[in-house]
C-alpha cells in the first residue's frame, strides 16, 4: 500500500452510515496511528463545515490517484 502521511487527502473504500459518510467521499488525514495501521480523517462539506472526524483502519481508506475528480453529492 502507499504511504499515507499527515494532511493527505485520502478516499473512503467504504460506507460509514453512522457517521453519514460513503465510499468514495474524500477527507483529510490529521493524525496517523500505530505505525500507520489506522488514520484520523476530518471529511469536510463544500461549503466549509466539518461532517466528521474519524479513526480508520487503513483498509479503511486509499490515497488519491492521479487524475481522480471529486464529486459532489449532498448529505443527510
Known amino acids: 500500500m502507499n504511504s499515507i502521511w499527515e494532511h493527505d487527502r485520502v478516499v473512503l473504500t467504504t460506507d460509514l452510515p453512522g457517521d453519514r459518510l460513503a465510499a468514495g467521499d474524500v477527507g483529510t ?12 480523517v476530518e471529511f469536510v462539506a463544500l461549503d466549509g463545515e466539518t461532517v466528521a472526524v474519524v479513526t480508520l483502519e487503513r483498509g479503511h481508506v ?9 464529486h459532489a453529492r449532498r448529505m443527510a
Do not use: S
Open 62 to 70: 486509499r490515497p488519491v490517484e492521479r487524475r481522480e475528480a471529486t
Open 29 to 40: 488525514v490529521v493524525h496517523v496511528h500505530r505505525g500507520a495501521m489506522a488514520y484520523q
